[in-house]
Antibody, heavy 119, light 107 residues
């Protein structure tokens, strides 16, 4: 059974940094595209970043230059390094697995980790 | 970038009603369109992919249609457990943008 467990969220001051992790199990992690999606309080879903099996990364405009997605296939773990955090980055951050490299809808989601950016 | 626009933003319908939600892409995306359901306080759940293919385990009262720029999610007979926000998403290429969501409530 596929499991995705995010961690690393918390309270951080504006301008600060945080690294989120997503521990994956139940599938061959190295063979799948992985993603980060966030949801601001009371708002909709926002795709942030994706990383394919070759390590190529893709980022949404609001986080380009500030957030970096990466993966450690040996540890079956996805990461999101978040720098220069702003109040508008507050929200629940989900990792999500893509169905396959060629078909990238999200078939499994983690439970999410809450990030709060506030002084 | 391609924008995804859903309508309506919210709706209220009676149990047993037929409910239709529309998603429009600002450019053609073939059938690279997924629908997700997010119940209050829960994680999003995949309902439909490839515009019209029902994910395993999803009740048959849900259906999807469309191609190119215009897509529809239909609930043939609304049930109390369908109270949720529904999102469309394009997944042809990055950015894998979501629509703004449609909140469905029971009248």
């Amino acid at each position: 059974e596929v499991h995705l467990v995010e961690s690393g969220g918390g309270l951080v001051q504006p301008g600060g940094s945080l690294r989120l992790s997503c521990a994956a199990s139940g599938f061959t992690f190295s063979g799948y595209v992985m993603n980060w999606v966030r949801q601001a309080p009371g708002k909709g879903l926002e795709w942030l970043s994706g990383i394919d099996v070759a390590g190529n990364t893709y980022n949404a405009d609001p986080v380009k230059g500030r957030f970096t997605i990466s993966r450690d296939n040996a540890k079956n773990t996805l990461y999101l390094q978040m720098n220069s955090l702003r109040a508008e980055d507050t929200g629940v951050y989900y990792c999500a697995k893509s169905f396959s490299s060629s078909t990238r809808y999200f078939d499994y989601w983690g439970q999410g980790t809450l990030v709060t950016v506030s002084s | 970038d391609i924008q995804m626009t859903q309508s309506p933003s919210s709706l209220s319908a009676s149990v047993g009603d037929r409910v239709t939600i529309t998603c429009r892409a600002s450019q053609g995306i073939s059938n690279f369109l997924a629908w997700y359901q997010q119940k209050p306080g829960k994680v999003p759940n995949l309902l439909i992919y490839a515009a019209s293919t029902l994910q395993s385990g999803v009740p048959s009262r849900f259906s999807g249609s469309g191609s190119g720029t215009d897509f529809t999610l239909t609930i043939s007979s609304l049930q109390p457990e369908d109270v949720a926000t529904y999102y469309c998403q394009k997944y042809d290429r990055a950015p894998r943008t979501f629509g703004q969501g449609t909140k469905v409530e029971i009248k």
